[in-house]
């Protein structure tokens, strides 16, 4: 089957014939019908990451947004069968650790990260596989059919996670997002079906209007002013109850710290790259001053996908608004490659993997 390859950290990907996977006993194999192009992809193959353990050893097979049509199952699999369209989470859990047991399987002890780790091959495939299918295969309601849910994959999913229960977002609070890729976007989106009142920020004007018609009350350009977080604190008479940095540089994460009031809650949903190596500094007195929870946000819960998907199904949410276009395979690379520098508005999504 044909799948892009990492074979060199930030040398040019390639599309080559690689061996189809074969279903482990509790594990299943899936058609990809759909896979978002992640600026994580991207990190992936500028060899960002090593830090926590998102570094595999190439060549590797990257990819790690998909959607599927289950094409075969292991012996012990008993929930999900052929034919089955499925969302697949990126962060691939066990089941059986203390934080599975208790809803926390998005930080599965045994977490298998698909695209980023050696022992999960990435969806930038013709085939993908799923190990513990019974619980990492999510079956779509019959009314969302796969390749609409190509846009809810990890940047969709994991904002939804940070929006709806790690901030919380309530009806009426102030919400600032610094930085309106996709995954700002998708925070955007749904910090607003939420019934928060959103405010990006972001250098680019086409980005900004974007948010707008996602939902954002109002924006800010960070290039056109002194001070992005004195902005937002003027427009919200005192500051946002919750910030995101959905970049994961240290400029945004100041800055969308800054932009809280007293009380607020900050929620860390972009990872940074090499320059930062996973620390930025931060005003810790104010922390306290301002008791400012600091929160982190990575996937969603296998176990609840169900509210996502609830609010898709009655239009409260739409992940194909956050999708800018849809490429075949041999696009993958250069579309990756764009991402170099920052210009990718929304979410492209790869939805063709053969010839």
Request: one cysteine or more; proline letters at 6%; charged letters at 25%.
């Amino acid at each position: 089957m044909q799948a892009v390859l990492l074979e060199e950290f930030q040398e040019p990907l390639t599309v080559q014939d690689v061996e189809r996977p074969e279903p482990e006993p509790d594990g299943a194999v899936a058609e990809v019908i759909g896979c978002g192009i992640c600026r994580s992809d991207w990190h992936c193959w500028q060899g960002d990451w090593d830090w926590f353990g998102y570094r595999p050893d190439p060549p590797h097979v990257l990819g790690h947004e998909p959607t599927g049509r289950i094409v075969s199952v292991g012996e012990n699999v008993e929930n999900v069968e052929e034919g089955q369209e499925v969302a697949i989470p990126f962060n691939f859990a066990c089941g059986s650790c203390d934080l599975c047991r208790n809803g926390r399987e998005n930080i599965c002890e045994n977490h298998i990260g698909l695209g980023f780790m050696n022992q999960a091959p990435g969806a930038f495939a013709e085939e993908v596989h799923i190990p513990n299918a019974d619980l990492n295969a999510v079956p779509l309601p019959d009314d969302i059919d796969a390749e609409s849910a190509a846009g809810m994959g990890c940047r969709f999913m994991t904002s939804f996670h940070a929006m709806a229960h790690r901030a919380p977002v309530s009806a009426g609070d102030d919400v600032v997002i610094h930085g309106c890729g996709g995954i700002g976007l998708s925070a955007v989106h749904i910090a607003n079906a939420l019934g928060g009142n959103v405010i990006g920020v972001d250098l680019m004007d086409e980005k900004l209007e974007r948010a707008e018609d996602l939902g954002a009350v109002a924006t800010v350009n960070a290039q056109e002013v002194d001070d992005p977080a004195k902005e937002v604190r003027d427009i919200t008479d005192g500051g946002a109850d919750v910030s995101a940095d959905a970049l994961g540089i240290a400029t945004t994460c100041q800055n969308a710290v800054n932009s809280l009031r007293k009380g607020g809650t900050h929620v860390q949903i972009g990872l940074t790259t090499s320059e930062e190596e996973g620390m930025v500094p931060l005003p810790t007195d104010e922390f306290v001053a301002k008791e400012i929870d600091f929160k982190g946000s990575l996937g969603l819960q296998p176990s609840r996908y169900s509210e996502m998907l609830d609010m898709v199904e009655s239009s409260k949410l739409d992940p194909t608004a956050l999708v800018e276009e849809t490429v075949d395979i041999h696009q993958v690379p250069d579309e990756l490659a764009a991402m170099s520098d920052y210009n990718t508005v929304g979410i492209p999504v790869c939805n063709e993997f053969s010839n």
